[in-house]
């Protein structure tokens, strides 16, 4: 899985029965990786579909084209979720589930790997195998662990009140609150983003960059300088829910929503 921002291989395929074979022509030069909003209007700019799998091209298919002899990941149109592994512990793992006929899950994202991170759930409540994996919401995996189906809850940080009122008592209500980092807001191009507000005590100098373009309140970037130490981060909270009343609040972005398969060209 992957989210539709990322970089991956492009390859559309043809029509009808054959419609998991990829085209070797649909890069710009060997190794080219695009988002999949590029992939997808390549593809209708070919009148060709989007490959619901990608099965392997020979050397004698690709000819003098260098397209498909670079081993990549490539956008396919099959679904991908976004699963959670929970151990008797309360650990998570990471487990990609790729609605594909072929092709394969990187070992680091397998139902069987044993790579679990640490998270705070609300309440202290977690599946597991002795709440029978919260109730049946879950199934019972491996190693005495609980898979779940996971969504994303996205919601601003500070609301626009907040924001633009006068400056808060405590500017370390900031670094408290904000834990998902944004690049530096110089680097987009100028008058992209702009300071609308800057607050300085003692310690920190909290600079609010809203977009020019969007007035969503996740896409504004605060900035926070500590002893002449700038970081950045969008005002952004990400939840990651798996029951109703069962969540975690500190996988942040680790765990993307459901978004499009991959598929790796060997």
Known sequence: CAPAYSLQGSSCCSFGEFDTRSLPNQCQYPGERVKYETHDDRCFQEAKPICKDITRISPTQCGSNDCC????????????????????????????????????????????????????????????????????????????????????????????????????????TFPLNLHI???????????????????????????????????????TIIGVTENGNAKYFKNKKSVVQILQNLTTESLGSALPPTGASLHANQ
């Open 69 to 172: 002899s670079v081993h990549l990941w490539h956008w396919t149109s099959s679904p991908c979720s976004i699963l959670a592994k929970i151990s008797k512990f309360g650990r998570v793992g990471i487990v990609h589930s790729p609605e594909c006929t072929t092709g394969m899950v990187d070992n680091t994202y397998r139902d069987d790997a044993r790579n679990y991170f640490r998270v705070d759930w609300s309440g202290g409540h977690f599946p597991s195998s002795s709440n029978n994996c919260g109730n049946g919401t879950c199934y019972l995996g491996l190693d005495d662990t609980c898979i779940c189906q996971t969504f994303e809850v996205t919601t601003p940080v500070f609301d626009l009140e907040f924001l633009t009122s006068s400056q808060p008592s405590d500017l370390g």
């Open 181 to 219: 980092g944004s690049v530096d807001p110089n680097i987009y191009d100028k008058e992209t983003y702009n300071v609308t507000t800057t607050w300085v005590d003692s310690k920190y100098m909290i600079q609010v960059w809203q977009h020019s373009k969007s007035i969503a309140l996740e896409d």
